[in-house]
């Protein structure tokens, strides 16, 4: 079952979209799938910042 996701607005280089959308024509992945990757291993690197026991729910 999919989690619900909440819409945000970011901003990334051109470089960045140019080559996240490079992947996506060449995976099929979609670029938020990416971003969201992204953002989980940023997360994970930084988890010992974090509240807590350094982990979101659903991480």
Known sequence: MARKKISTT???TPEQNELLKVLNQKTKVPV???IRQGI???LERYKEQLPGQGR???I
């Open 40 to 42: 989980d291993l940023v």
């Open 56 to 58: 979101l729910p659903g």
């Open 32 to 34: 938020a799938e990416y």
């Open 10 to 12: 970011i901003y990334i």
